[in-house]
């Protein structure tokens, strides 16, 4: 990815046994990365005369892709909390050798308390980010996956779906993509210039045909077609018994119906694969939530190498982003219902 500089952390005991495996990275950042839209386009106009202002280079401990809680794996038996003790020391090491203001650690869902409590008493502060969005995978069909919805939202779905199938849009899952780097890179170019929610990593065609390359049969991307044309792409990650959305592309930002076919398609093909969860990412929630997702909160740590500056972190970061928690909509039928019908049948 452009502008991440990566560093690859093996921590071992006194025998030199491998006992956890982390990442951290150095990133150029938009500390308002989350303002309001009014300020949002007030930093737009400062920027024509001072084009970073407000964007600082920091240290990341997580993974840019996708949400990691924690963003370490350990050996069985080693202390989780002997790991972000050591850590917290090499960050802060090298936030002050590298003369960088600021450490973000991220991410923490619901269930981390334990780890939150932990970076609190290392002197962290515990902010807000953008929710994601997942969906618990509980049928055998995509047929079943409509049955189940109230009708309102699968009148809603359906129309969608025959608007696409009008157009003759398909779609294709594959798992070796990499002699489409350039193509499918160029896509997801044309969603991030015209994002409004925020931007931040800026992928290349290197990373999609590594990550094809490299990720074997857990990389896959559904192709979506317009006759015999490519017009878009779902980038997933087959995570075990989780299906991740990582990203989309498309040729053309126009405001259309083929989001709405594209994330049903990815909720199918969590269905075919046998995945108990879809993680569908962040943005873009009032489509997700119409198919079902549910809105997640999540929290970063944040904290800096100086210790003047690190009480007011947290203030000043809440002064300049607001990221919203969308309320999650009741899309389904209650389960006692549908368990009554299909008694009837």
């Not at 999540?298 to 919203?324: D, Q, T």
């Not at 909509?329 to 006692?336: L, N, S």
Request: aromatic content about 12%; hydrophobic content about 40%; some cysteine.
């Amino acid at each position: 990815m452009n502008d991440f500089s990566y560093r690859h952390v093996i921590l071992t005991d006194d025998n030199d046994t491998p006992v956890a495996l982390t990442s951290f990275y150095s990133i150029t950042t938009d500390i308002a990365i989350f303002a309001p839209r009014p300020l949002r386009n007030f930093l737009a106009k400062v920027r024509r005369f001072f084009p970073n202002f407000l964007k600082f280079r920091m240290i990341e401990w997580g993974t840019p892709i996708t949400v990691s809680s924690p963003p370490f794996i350990t050996a069985p038996g080693v202390s989780q909390q002997a790991v972000i003790e050591h850590m917290h020391q090499l960050l802060m090491a090298t936030a002050k050798t590298e003369r960088q203001f600021l450490i973000i650690v991220r991410d923490f869902e619901s269930g981390s308390d334990i780890l939150q409590k932990k970076f609190n008493q290392l002197g962290y502060k515990l902010v807000d980010s953008l929710p994601n969005t997942y969906l618990d995978i509980q049928w055998r069909s995509a047929a079943a996956y409509h049955a189940s919805m109230k009708s309102y939202y699968r009148s809603k779905l359906l129309k969608q779906l025959r608007r696409n199938r009008d157009q003759h849009v398909r779609h294709e899952l594959v798992n070796d993509f990499d002699h489409l780097a350039d193509v499918l890179c160029a896509q997801w170019m044309v969603v991030h210039d015209q994002a409004d929610e925020f931007q931040r990593e800026v992928l290349t065609p290197t990373f999609y045909r590594d990550y094809s390359r490299n990720m074997g049969a857990h990389s896959k991307a559904l192709l979506f077609f317009k006759d015999n044309a490519l017009i878009g792409h779902a980038l997933l990650l087959h995570d075990g018994p989780i299906l991740r959305w990582l990203y989309f592309g498309r040729n053309e930002a126009v405001n259309d119906s083929l989001y709405f076919y594209v994330a049903q398609a990815v909720i199918d093909t969590a269905i075919q694969l046998e995945a108990k969860v879809v993680e569908m990412g962040l943005t873009t929630y009032s489509i997700k939530q119409d198919l079902g997702a549910q809105v997640t909160p999540i929290k970063i740590a944040i904290r800096s190498p100086l210790k003047i500056i690190s009480p007011f972190l947290s203030l000043g970061y809440a002064v300049l982003n607001h990221p919203n928690l969308p309320r999650n909509r009741q899309v389904f039928k209650p389960v006692t219902t549908q368990i009554t019908k299909c008694n009837e049948k």
